[in-house]
């Protein structure tokens, strides 16, 4: 039989599971025999037909997958061969959340069900993958904080020279700003470079650690948001790892540094500043995406230049600062 309900034609919001649903599946009974299935199956034609739905008066109980129908003997009823514990979603959730709860359980398919337990249709295997390709680019458009919107997002390889300019240009606005501001920073520590030159040599390497675990960080953060992971999941988690790569390159810099130029005090100095650059960077990178989050904006923002900006400025700070105690 092919599921025809009032529920499955509902039409549902945009980027939801509902909308990428099929009706046109095979449904059958709890106990209805594999022989009489295999039958049914050859003379209807299908949208999808790796997944064979067992209800009963509507009501998902579970499912069974076409490579097991195919070796069961032809008096087993699909009640005995259905998976009764098949992931599920609702019609009204949200499309990438959707697509990961069906690779996270190993399913090329995905059911929907409403609230009351009763059929809507299955996500096919090509339209996960497609789901799935289509958040990855986004996801990646918008960690460039070029822009904000999903649908500009999907076109933004399509677009003129002139739109990609104006997507670009402002992030790109605020970054000068941060390297004007970092050149007042450095100019006020300017006593403490005069003194010990060597302080520059390594100014370059502690922002870039700075950044590159902020990004390690954001991407995590981001990624998290999207499919409905909460702040509090990653916190404790992510400020531990960012404090534990801090440490582990303070412990491989300060002592290298004392080794190959012999300066022990800035030794000391390049130890701290990554170990303290790195967890700053950490915090920077799971409060932006939050703020953002918090005030309704797309958090992907937080992962673009923006963060960048305030990630080089406060390890520029933290770096002068310890110089300027210590040396």
């Given amino acids: 039989m092919l599921l025809d309900t009032k529920v499955a034609r509902e039409r ?34 299908y949208d999808c037909a790796s997944h064979i739905m067992v209800c009963e008066d509507q009501r998902f109980l579970g499912l069974v997958r076409i490579e097991d129908l195919l070796g069961a003997p032809a008096d087993a009823a699909l009640d005995g061969l259905m998976d009764r514990d098949a992931p599920t979603v609702t019609p009204h959730e949200d499309q990438e959340i959707a697509a990961w709860r069906a690779v996270r359980h190993g399913e090329s398919a995905l059911t929907v069900v409403d609230a009351n337990g009763r059929l809507v249709g299955v996500i096919p295997p090509h339209r996960l993958l497609a789901v799935l390709l289509w958040e990855h680019e986004e996801d990646l458009t918008r960690l460039g904080g070029f822009i904000k919107g999903t649908e500009s997002a999907r076109t933004s390889s399509e677009e003129p020279v002139e739109r990609r300019f104006q997507h670009r240009i402002p992030w790109l606005l605020v970054g000068l700003i941060g390297a004007l501001l970092a050149a007042n920073f450095v100019e006020r520590f300017q006593n403490q470079l005069e003194s010990t030159l060597m302080l520059a040599f390594f100014l370059p390497g502690i922002v870039y650690l700075a950044d590159a675990v902020g990004t390690q960080t954001e991407t995590v953060v981001v990624r998290g948001l999207s499919v409905g992971a909460s702040m509090g999941q990653m916190l404790r988690r992510e400020i531990l790892v960012g404090l534990a790569i801090g440490l582990t390159l303070a412990l491989v810099a300060g002592p290298l540094v004392w080794w190959i130029w012999g300066a022990t005090d800035v030794a000391l100095c390049v130890g701290l500043a990554v170990f303290a650059a790195c967890g700053t960077a950490t915090l920077a990178a799971m409060a932006l995406p939050w703020l953002l989050s918090t005030l309704s904006l797309d958090p992907a923002f937080g992962s673009g230049p923006l963060a960048t900006v305030v990630q080089d400025l406060l390890s520029i700070l933290i770096y002068f600062a310890i110089a300027s105690v210590l040396i």
Wanted: net charge neutral; no cysteine; glycine share 2%.
């Fill in 12 to 45: 549902i919001s945009f980027e939801t599971a509902a909308q990428h649903a099929t009706t046109r599946i095979p449904v059958f009974p709890p106990d209805r025999l594999v022989g009489d299935a295999r039958v049914t199956l050859m003379s209807h034609h």
